[in-house]
């Protein structure tokens, strides 16, 4: 995530409640060019993923399409790394019970 390149680095901490979802990617899916040097682009990343997900695919149905189109764009192969991650947060378990202890 770019830790080692010597630029200051924020933490930050966010709450995610069920349904949340967490896209994390590297720049080789959104800089893959076509034959003409087009870029795939962050925007038509992000659209192609929102659309998706909007159709009510499951997140594997969405990344699997979405890794078809960016290799289709780069005609089929990448010279770059291509990583994509989809984490969706469905919400925990109910409330930890206390532990037992026999007696």
Request: proline share 5%; aromatic share 4%.
């Amino acid at each position: 995530m770019g830790t080692d390149l010597g630029l200051p680095v924020t933490l930050c901490r966010e709450q995610l409640e069920p349904g949340d979802q967490l896209l994390l990617y590297t720049d080789g899916i959104t800089e893959a060019r076509d034959a003409a040097g087009h870029e795939f682009g962050r925007d038509h990343f992000v659209d192609f993923v929102i659309r998706h997900q909007a159709d009510g695919l499951a997140a594997p149905e969405t990344l699997r399409r979405l890794i078809r189109a960016v290799l289709e764009h780069h005609d089929g192969h990448l010279n770059d790394d291509a990583t994509v991650l989809l984490c969706a947060w469905h919400g925990g378990a109910g409330t930890a019970s206390a532990p037992h202890h026999p007696g």
